[in-house]
Structures are given as structure tokens and as C-alpha cells.
């Protein structure tokens, strides 16, 4: 089965500074997504993009966060300056066509801020 | 969005089967049914979909009744392998936004 990969597994940072967290999403799909986990906590969604654009965001993705797909292959997650309540596991998904379709999941990249 | 109610946690045994119901009294016209395995420190893994009455596939069923209010993931003859965190979702197709509940924790037992 194609794979969502994730990189780097594991990113530790100290407050303040900026992430670049990379995924690689499935090659034919145009829908991308970033989730990220609290330990012991929901599933929580941060935003969606399609054609080269944020389609849809939540609360959590402040101005703090953006992604961009540099390429055609690669799609990140930036935050600016990191809080230590972004310290969390985060996931990227993609899929064929939107919500509606199944959603592959990569890894997750676990970020921990210090 | 509808949102979705599920059992905190359920356990069971090896070799039984497992049912996990989920309401969504909300559940609009347009929204589809999707259920997801997750388990520690891993991503979310798609297992089925429906829109109506019952969809099979290899590793499950799920039953949605005709007002379409709740629905059912049913495993057949679990194994260790399927404890996990099992999350019941409802979304229209043509949104980009597919929210999680606080899901089902699954306990298998030998």
C-alpha cells in the first residue's frame, strides 16, 4: 500500500524557535492535511490544502503556523516561533479527493519543545 | 458538523466479536460515515465507509440504520492486534475538514 512519509520522526526544540516539520505525500493525491496529537489527547485537526492553497483551518492554526508545498512532492508544516504547548505529535495525511475519500496518515513527526 | 459520540473504552477477548456503536443524531443528508484504527504513535489508518445500510470489506462491517442516527463497527474475532483507539467520524464529501472525537479505546485480551 503507497505511504505518507514523515520527517524528521522526532524534532526537539528550544522555545522560540522555528520547525520545519516535511512530508512526503502520496504521489497522485492533491489533498493534504495536518493533525497533531496531545499525548493522551484527541486526534485534532490543524488544516487542509488543495491546489496550492489552505482550503480550510482550524482555531489551533493561528499565524504562528503555515505550509507550503515547495515542490511537487513535498508539503510542510511551519511554525514560527514554538510554545511549549506545541509540543505534540504531528501528523500528515493526504488523499485522492478531500474528506470524502480515505485519508492516509504518515508516521507523525513527535515534536518536543523545551 | 455532526458530531459523534462513542464508548470511552470496551474490552474483550481474542477470538470474539467486537461491536463499537456510534451516535450522531446531526448526521446531515449529504454526510458520509467513516471509521478509523489508530494505534500508539501512529497515524490514523482508514477501515471502512458507508453512507447506508451495511459495506463490508476484509477487515469489517458497518451497520448504519435506516434513519442513519448511529452506526456500528463491527470486528469479527478480534485478536491482540486490534487493541487500539478505534474513531467514528461524519463529514460531507466536499469538505476538507475531518474532525475526531475522542474515539473508542479497544482492549483485547488473551
Known amino acids: 500500500e503507497p505511504e505518507v512519509t514523515q520527517t524528521p520522526s522526532h524534532q526537539v526544540t528550544q522555545m522560540g524557535q522555528e520547525v520545519i516539520l516535511r512530508c512526503v505525500p502520496i504521489?497522485?493525491?492533491?489533498?493534504f492535511y495536518w493533525y497533531r496529537q496531545i499525548l493522551g489527547q484527541k486526534v485534532e485537526f490543524l488544516v487542509s490544502f488543495y491546489n496550492n492553497e489552505i482550503s480550510e483551518k482550524s482555531e489551533i492554526f493561528d499565524d504562528q503556523f503555515s505550509v507550503e508545498r515547495p515542490d511537487g512532492s513535498n508539503f510542510t508544516l511551519k511554525i514560527r516561533s514554538t510554545k511549549l504547548e506545541d509540543s505534540a505529535m504531528y501528523f500528515c495525511?493526504?488523499?485522492?479527493?478531500?474528506?470524502?475519500?480515505?485519508?492516509?496518515f504518515g508516521s507523525g513527526t513527535q515534536l518536543s519543545v523545551l | 458538523l455532526a458530531k459523534t459520540t462513542q464508548p470511552i473504552s470496551m474490552d474483550s477477548y481474542e477470538g470474539q466479536e467486537v461491536n463499537i456503536t456510534c451516535s450522531h443524531n446531526n448526521i446531515a443528508t449529504n454526510d458520509y460515515i467513516t471509521w478509523y484504527q489508530q494505534f500508539p504513535s501512529q497515524g490514523p489508518r482508514f477501515i471502512i465507509q458507508g453512507y447506508k445500510t451495511k459495506v463490508t470489506n476484509e477487515v469489517a462491517s458497518l451497520f448504519i440504520p435506516a434513519d442513519r442516527k448511529s452506526s456500528t463497527l463491527s470486528l469479527p474475532r478480534v485478536s491482540l492486534s486490534d487493541t487500539a483507539v478505534y474513531y467514528c467520524?461524519?463529514?460531507?464529501?466536499?469538505?476538507?475538514?475531518?474532525?475526531f472525537g475522542t474515539g473508542t479505546r479497544l482492549q483485547v485480551f488473551p
Open positions: 467520524l461524519v463529514g460531507a464529501p466536499n469538505t476538507d475538514k475531518l474532525i
Open positions: 504521489s497522485n493525491h492533491l489533498y
Open positions: 495525511a493526504s488523499s485522492e479527493g478531500g474528506t470524502g475519500e480515505k485519508l492516509f
